[in-house]
């Protein structure tokens, strides 16, 4: 199945969203995955969010509705050793999720291919390729005994698309597109897994690629209340789509 929008048809979807949920969002410090998370927190959601800054991820946990209830941890998503170690950690302390948000990405400075160093592009697919894949590795087998589950891989527009001076991010998110489509057919009943483009969004990264005029899209906090709703009304129906918040 592959939709370029979404929405909400039935009771028994947003029901379920009604739900409290445990949702577990890699690259959780800044961006897209903060906002998401402060936002679920406050709609009285369990975030389990991981990222390499331990700091900002201090920060966070302050900002968490119910604090207490969320877990926040270092993790190198790139690292197959440190995903690992994050789901022995979430086993022992029971927490399985019921919705996955793979969210840790980078992108490359603007510049041609072959003006790339081997070591930023590098870092591009071990983030945004192998770091969805290390998820994968460890948390569906952990999935799989509920019989249902969400797992959202983060795409992007470039990865439907191609734009000059980021090749190794438009290659890591068509990477991301076609890995999800692939996995959505392994996945028994009651599971779905898509790739969603979050739009155009001021980030970080969109200001590396557009510089000031970035300031002229959506904040991170205002796409989040959409997204939020969009990902929490996601159903097995929807498995194998590439959406767009």
């Keep these: 199945m592959t939709t370029a929008s979404f929405s909400a048809s039935n009771t028994a979807a947003v029901a379920a969203a009604a739900a409290a949920k445990t949702v577990l969002i890699t690259g959780v410090s800044k961006g897209l995955g903060r906002a998401l998370a402060v936002e679920l927190s406050k709609r009285g959601h369990t975030v389990i969010g991981c990222s390499r800054a331990q700091e900002k991820l201090n920060s966070l946990q302050s900002e968490l509705s119910s604090p207490d209830r969320h877990?926040?941890?270092?993790?190198?998503?790139?690292?197959?050793?440190?995903?690992?170690?994050?789901?022995?950690?979430?086993?022992?302390?029971?927490?399985?999720?019921?919705?996955?948000?793979?969210?840790?990405?980078?992108?490359?400075?603007?510049?041609?291919?072959w003006e790339v160093p081997v070591e930023e592009f590098d870092t591009v697919i071990d983030t945004n390729v192998k770091g969805i894949a290390n998820v994968l590795r460890h948390f569906i087998p952990l999935m799989l005994p509920?019989?249902?589950?969400?797992?959202?891989?983060?795409?992007?527009?470039?990865?439907?698309?191609?734009?000059?001076?980021?090749?190794?991010?438009?290659?890591?998110?068509?990477?991301?597109?076609?890995?999800?489509?692939?996995?959505?057919?392994?996945?028994?009943?009651?599971?779905?897994?898509?790739?969603?483009?979050?739009?155009?969004?001021?980030?970080?990264?969109?200001?590396?690629?557009?510089?000031?005029?970035?300031?002229?899209?959506?904040?991170?906090?205002?796409?989040?209340?959409?997204?939020?709703?969009?990902?929490?009304?996601?159903?097995?129906?929807?498995?194998?789509a590439s959406l767009t918040v």
């Design 71 to 113: 877990l926040l941890l270092n993790v190198d998503v790139r690292s197959d050793n440190s995903v690992k170690e994050l789901a022995r950690v979430m086993m022992e302390k029971k927490f399985v999720p019921d919705i996955i948000v793979n969210n840790a990405g980078t992108i490359n400075k603007n510049n041609r291919i």
């Design 146 to 240: 509920k019989s249902r589950g969400i797992i959202v891989n983060m795409s992007s527009g470039w990865g439907r698309s191609g734009a000059a001076l980021v090749a190794p991010y438009c290659a890591s998110k068509w990477a991301v597109e076609g890995l999800s489509r692939a996995v959505a057919k392994e996945m028994p009943d009651g599971f779905a897994v898509v790739a969603l483009s979050p739009g155009v969004i001021n980030t970080e990264m969109l200001q590396s690629c557009f510089g000031n005029s970035a300031s002229g899209y959506q904040t991170p906090d205002t796409w989040s209340l959409k997204a939020a709703t969009m990902i929490l009304n996601l159903t097995a129906a929807d498995n194998g």
